[in-house]
């Protein structure tokens, strides 16, 4: 309340902090000291009410040089007010050095976090994301409600709401193919066969567009897509005895049966990987090792190629890239997980990660930040972030995930989000998020 106090000098105290507020509505204090007092940190912006300050005395003090001093780093660079030398206590290599000196706070400030956005009350084992016409929509398979649950972006109150549902039997999985204008979604059912919808906008909404042979799919467990040449594919991993693992080809009026992978073999995930610019599909398997498989550009099917050895019982295989180098994730629900790293002649582990209950072990990206998400059934599910420094996975943030299905990123509106499924709870959309620690 003193509006009209000029001079103020707090000197040779033992004072450690000073509140946010100390110096409101100091609007005509010119001179403040606060010399040979035990400050290490003041709180950001506690000079901003000082608007006729001329001098500033910090003598004495040891500041802590790091993130709680970036504010104050700023700030004299652009205040007009005269102020003393402000010395580093801390951290090591500025001890004794002037805060001036300090070259960057820009890396060692700003850290990330994943925050609840948005729960969906409902459960689910797969999620899709596409664009179309500049919006931004995912696909939720919820075999429990019989549905695919289609989701838009709102522009407007910045979360996901509901665009159109598909109905079937049981669906595990829907996966979105754009073909031109054209927006198809595959619905993979374990009952009544599997289907693709086509979005009509005449009746803005999904129709049925076409079957898929019930002979060939069985039981799907999941739907992948790639494109060769400028044709657009997609294979269905069959996990049971009966089913074949199918790619389909579109050919410009639907999609047919392409070519048959293998039989017998229970497969649990395809994945298509540039390897060396070679296209490949990687199948993991109940039964047997991953497979590699390679693509024969004079029969334009894919061959077998080579294996993964030692990797019995994987559910899942992701692949990824970091600084130009291939990655790949093995799911295991029983032993450890792995990351492993192409070799330029095979593929090499790296880094092991204990996954006891894992169904999924899904790679994603936000700008430069790399992550691992890993859920399980029988504990808190972990996300990990890539250290460049070690060159290994470390564990960032534990989340509660009831029987995680799979994890999926979507960005949208500058905005980066993660979609957990659940088989037995609410559906969470995690937003990530850039976090600086200098506030």
């Not at 004495?60 to 700023?74: I, P, Q, S, V, Y």
């Not at 754009?178 to 979005?199: C, E, M, N, P, R």
């Not at 494109?227 to 074949?244: C, M, Y």
Request: charged fraction near 25%.
């Amino acid at each position: 309340g003193l509006f009209h106090l000029e001079y103020l000098f707090i000197e040779g105290n033992k004072i450690e902090t000073i509140s946010r507020n100390a110096f409101r509505g100091l609007r005509d204090l010119t001179h403040l000291s606060l010399a040979n007092d035990h400050i290490k940190a003041l709180p950001r912006d506690v000079f901003s009410d000082l608007d006729s300050l001329i001098e500033l005395d910090l003598r004495g003090n040891k500041f802590e040089c790091d993130c709680k001093a970036k504010w104050l780093f700023l700030w004299l660079k652009m205040t007009n007010s005269t102020v003393s030398d402000v010395l580093c206590i801390g951290p090591a290599e500025y001890q004794d050095k002037k805060l001036n000196d300090v070259t960057s706070f820009d890396y060692e400030c700003t850290t990330t976090d994943f925050v609840v956005h948005q729960i969906l009350p409902y459960q689910s084992v797969s999620v899709d994301t596409f664009n179309s016409k500049n919006d931004v929509y995912v696909a939720i398979a919820q075999p429990s409600m019989e549905n695919c649950m289609v989701l838009e972006w709102d522009h407007i109150e910045m979360n996901f709401r509901s665009y159109d549902n598909i109905t079937g039997q049981s669906i595990v999985g829907c996966k979105a193919i754009l073909i031109d204008d054209q927006v198809f979604v595959v619905v993979a059912q374990l009952f009544g066969g599997s289907h693709i919808y086509k979005y009509d906008e005449s009746w803005t909404k999904f129709v049925k567009f076409q079957d898929i042979e019930v002979s060939r799919i069985s039981k799907p467990n999941d739907i992948e897509l790639f494109q060769i040449d400028s044709e657009k594919f997609f294979v269905i991993a069959d996990s049971s005895k009966a089913g074949l693992s199918t790619v389909y080809k579109w050919n410009n009026k639907g999609f047919y049966s392409y070519q048959s992978l293998h039989e017998w073999f229970r497969d649990t995930d395809a994945e298509f990987v540039d390897i060396d610019g070679k296209s490949h599909l990687i199948l993991s398997s109940r039964s047997q090792v991953p497979i590699i498989l390679q693509w024969n550009k004079n029969s334009k099917k894919f061959v077998p190629h080579s294996e993964i050895p030692n990797m019995e019982d994987v559910l899942a295989v992701k692949s990824f890239r970091m600084q130009n180098s291939l990655y790949i994730t093995l799911t295991r629900f029983i032993g450890d997980s792995r990351v492993m790293k192409w070799n330029s002649k095979q593929f090499v582990e790296i880094q092991a990660l204990p996954s006891r209950g894992a169904m999924t072990l899904q790679p994603f990206s936000f700008k430069n930040n790399h992550y691992l998400a890993l859920g399980s059934d029988y504990t808190f599910s972990q996300i990990y972030q890539w250290e460049n420094e070690k060159n290994l996975f470390r564990i960032f943030k534990e989340i509660y995930v009831q029987a995680p299905r799979s994890f999926t990123a979507v960005s949208t509106d500058r905005r980066d989000f993660f979609f957990a499924s659940s088989f037995k709870g609410n559906t969470q959309i995690f937003e990530h998020i850039i976090v600086d620690l200098s506030l």
